[in-house]
């Protein structure tokens, strides 16, 4: 179970310490949000900021485009140390091209879907993919509320990656706390995202390992039930199984 502290909840006047403090919390990644002020109406970072990143920490720099043009970023961000590079299905025509290119640069290859786009979109990509990215609430900022109905799109990613054998992981964004955790990790996410929860926390030690506790304990659960999964309609939106 991979936890990711997302760097948008840190404190902006002390990059260089919350990054070494993301390492000593024991987390696997941190995960950097890059906004461009056109696809999401916020503006974040640019590649000077990862490059101070990778001076500053070990970790695997998990880099997350919320960019109209990640085509023009993708070597700029992995030249300055992105270990992962995450775009959007959104942007269509061009992704198959964006991936390509993730895959030649040596990135992790990552593809993430906004909550309103069917979990079908993703579907054509799986074989390319090293992770699939599903939002949990519309990007552009930290702190939002959890949108309940992106569980069936991790449901059914999960289920397409029982059924394809695919290696990827399966990731959220946005709204990620300790109850959420469960329900999404339980879906099938291995991969979490959480800002507001980790860095609001007095010890982010603590709460990396209480989050990874919840959520590992919730995939087992899973696991063990091996629950019915819901039978999936035709795009991608799940019923409840009969
Ligand atoms: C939202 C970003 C998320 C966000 C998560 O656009 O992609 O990574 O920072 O922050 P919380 O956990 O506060 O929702
Ligand atoms: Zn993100």
Not at 199 to 218: G, P, W
């Amino acid at each position: 179970m991979i936890i990711a502290p997302s760097l948008l909840a840190a404190n902006y006047a002390r990059f260089r310490d919350e990054a070494r403090r993301v390492q000593r919390a024991r987390a696997d990644w941190l995960h950097v949000d890059i906004m461009d002020g056109h696809f999401v109406p916020n503006l974040t970072f640019g590649p000077g900021i990862v490059a101070m990143l990778k001076r500053c920490t070990r970790l695997p720099l998990d880099v997350h485009l919320m960019c109209s043009r990640p085509e023009t970023l993708l070597q700029p961000f992995r030249e300055a140390g992105a270990w992962g590079l995450t775009v959007h299905v959104e942007l269509d025509g061009k992704v198959p091209s964006l991936l390509w290119k993730i895959r030649s640069l040596g990135a992790r290859v990552g593809l993430a879907v906004n909550p309103p786009t069917p979990i079908s979109a993703v579907k054509p990509f799986l074989k390319l993919v090293d992770l699939v990215l599903v939002m949990t609430v519309n990007p552009g900022f930290g702190g939002q509320s959890f949108i309940e109905e992106t569980v069936p799109k991790i449901q059914q990613v999960a289920r397409w990656r029982r059924e394809s054998g695919h290696d990827f992981r399966i990731q959220v964004d946005g709204g990620i706390n300790y109850q959420t955790v469960r329900e999404c990790a339980a879906a099938g996410a291995d991969a979490i995202v959480s800002g507001t929860t980790l860095f609001r926390s007095r010890n982010l030690k603590a709460a990396v390992a209480k989050m990874r506790r919840i959520a590992e304990e919730a995939a087992a659960g899973a696991v063990a039930t091996s629950r019915p999964a819901a039978e999936a309609a035709p795009d991608g939106a799940l019923s409840a199984a009969g």
